[in-house]
C-alpha cells in the first residue's frame, strides 16, 4: 500500500521562498539543477516547461516533490527532491511575468535544448522570445541585476545566450537593451548527467523503494557533473555544497565534454540503430561500435586542449558510464535535433582531421547513420522537414551536408566516404540484447 507523495507524507521541509526561475522543466533539470538547488535550504524553484501540461501538474498534485531514482550496477537509491517549490505549464503566462519581474529573484536557469537558443520569426512563442518579454518585465518593474544560467550543451552556452537575447531584442527601447548589457550577466556551464526518460516501471520501482506513490519519477545515473562561470550579481544557491564547481574559463572542459561525451552519444545514436542496437550500453558492447568509439575519442585526443592524462581518465570513466545497464539510455531520444548537435560535437574534430587531409571513419560513420536516420526513422529536429526531404533525394550526403557546412559539403573525397558508409551500414547488422 502506497501513500500519494507529498510534502506531509513525505516528512519534506514546506516550500521554499522562490529565488530562483527555471525554463525547460524535464527530467534532466529535475536530475541536475534542481539536485544541486537542494543543498541550499534558502532557494525556491519556479519551474516552467512550454512544451506540455501534464508534468507540471503531477508535480503540482505533489507539492513539486519527486523522487530521484540513482541507478549503478547495484541495487538503485531513491530521494525525495523538494527544490521545486512551485511548476507551470507555459500556459501560466501571468506567473511566469511576475516571476521574472520579482526582485526576490536572482537567477534564471534554462535547458531548452540546443534548438531553443535558434531566434525565430514567431518571438510570443519561441523560448528566448520567452525570456525577453520576462526580462522586459523585470526592466519595466524594478530594474534589479539577474544572471541568466543557460545549462545547454552548446560551446560557449553564456555567450550563445547572450547573442540570441541581443538579437530577439533588436527592435525593442534603447534603455531596455542598455540595460540588459549593464544588469543581465551571462554565466558559462558545463553540465553533465545521463537522465534517459522514464517509464511506468520506473513508477513502480519508485513505490517499492520510497513506499511513495510518484507519478513523475526521474532516473539517473550517480555521476553528476556543474562547472560554471560568470557573474551572480543578486547571489546564487551554495551549489558547491552538492558538488558544482566554478572556474575563469570553461573552454577546455566544454570542448572535452562536447566532444568526447556528446560525440561519442551522437556517434552511438545513429549508427547504433543502423545496425540493429537500442540502448548505450548495447552499443558499446557491440565490436564495430566499441571499436568506432574508442577510434573517435583517438580522433578527438589528437585536437582536444587538456592533457593527455585527463583524457585518458575521462574516456575510461565515459566507458564505465555507457557500459552500466543500470541506465538504459535510448539512441532514438539521443538522436533528436541533430542539426544542432552535430555541429558542436562532431564537425570541429572532423574539420581539423580533413585539414590534415586524413579521413577519418568515426565522424563519416556519425554522418552516414544520420542520413539513414533522417530518411528512415521518425525525425525531432527543428528542421526535420527540410532534412528529411533532403535526404530522400539524389545527392542526399551533399546536400544533407550542406545544411550544417558548405565547405565540407564541397569535399568530394569526404561526400564520396559518408556515401560508401551508409551503403556499408546498409550490409551491416547486430542482435538485438
Not at 578527438?300 to 565515459?318: F, G, I, N, V, W
Amino acid at each position: 500500500m502506497t501513500t500519494r507523495l507529498t510534502r506531509a507524507a513525505a516528512h519534506a521541509r514546506p516550500p521554499a521562498p522562490v529565488r530562483a526561475v527555471h525554463l525547460g522543466l524535464g527530467a534532466f533539470h529535475r536530475a541536475h539543477q534542481a539536485v544541486y538547488t537542494m543543498a541550499d535550504p534558502d532557494w525556491g524553484i519556479a519551474a516552467y516547461t512550454f512544451r506540455n501540461t501534464e508534468l507540471p501538474r503531477r508535480l503540482a498534485e505533489q507539492d513539486g516533490l519527486y523522487s530521484l531514482q540513482v541507478r549503478g550496477d547495484g541495487e538503485p537509491q531513491a530521494q525525495i527532491v523538494d527544490a521545486i517549490s512551485r511548476a507551470h505549464p507555459g500556459s501560466d503566462t501571468d506567473q511566469w511575468l511576475a516571476d521574472l519581474a520579482s526582485p526576490d529573484v536572482a537567477l534564471l536557469t534554462l535547458t531548452i535544448t540546443e534548438a531553443g537558443y535558434q531566434v525565430s520569426g514567431d518571438q510570443d512563442s519561441a523560448a528566448i522570445g520567452r525570456v525577453v518579454a520576462g526580462l522586459r518585465g523585470r526592466h519595466r518593474a524594478s530594474g534589479t541585476p539577474i544572471a541568466l544560467v543557460p545549462c545547454d550543451n552548446l560551446p560557449g552556452n553564456g555567450g550563445v545566450l547572450r547573442e540570441a537575447i541581443r538579437t530577439a531584442a533588436e527592435g525593442e527601447d534603447p534603455g531596455f537593451r542598455s540595460w540588459i548589457e549593464d544588469h543581465v550577466s551571462f554565466v558559462d556551464t558545463v553540465v553533465d548527467r545521463i537522465t534517459p526518460a522514464a517509464t511506468e516501471q520506473d513508477v513502480a520501482n519508485a513505490a517499492r523503494l520510497t513506499g511513495l506513490e510518484d507519478r513523475a519519477p526521474v532516473v539517473t545515473e550517480p555521476f553528476s557533473e556543474w562547472l560554471l562561470a560568470g557573474d551572480f550579481p543578486l547571489g546564487r544557491p551554495a551549489w558547491e555544497k552538492a558538488g558544482a564547481r566554478f572556474a575563469d574559463d570553461l573552454a577546455a572542459y566544454e570542448q572535452r565534454k562536447l566532444w568526447f561525451l556528446n560525440g561519442a552519444h551522437t556517434l552511438l545514436a545513429y549508427v547504433g540503430p543502423a545496425l540493429g542496437c537500442a540502448t548505450v550500453d548495447e552499443a558499446v558492447g557491440h565490436p564495430v561500435l566499441a571499436g568506432l568509439t574508442e577510434s573517435w575519442w583517438d580522433i578527438a585526443s589528437r585536437h582536444a586542449s587538456l592533457p593527455a592524462e585527463d583524457l585518458t581518465d575521462y574516456r575510461q570513466r565515459l566507458l564505465e558510464r555507457f557500459s552500466s545497464r543500470g541506465v538504459r539510455h535510448n539512441l532514438l531520444q539521443i538522436a533528436a535535433d541533430g542539426s544542432q548537435k552535430i555541429p558542436a560535437r562532431i564537425l570541429p574534430v572532423l574539420r581539423a582531421e580533413r585539414a590534415a587531409q586524413r579521413m577519418p571513419e568515426a565522424p563519416v560513420a556519425a554522418l552516414a547513420g544520420w542520413l539513414i536516420h533522417l530518411r528512415d526513422r521518425p525525425v525531432r529536429d527543428p528542421r526535420a522537414d527540410e532534412l528529411v526531404s533532403l535526404a530522400r533525394s539524389t545527392d542526399a550526403p551533399r546536400r544533407v551536408l550542406s545544411t550544417l557546412d558548405a565547405t565540407l559539403a564541397d569535399d568530394r573525397e569526404l561526400i564520396s566516404a559518408v556515401e560508401d558508409y551508409v551503403e556499408h551500414l546498409r550490409l551491416s547488422s547486430c542482435p538485438t540484447g
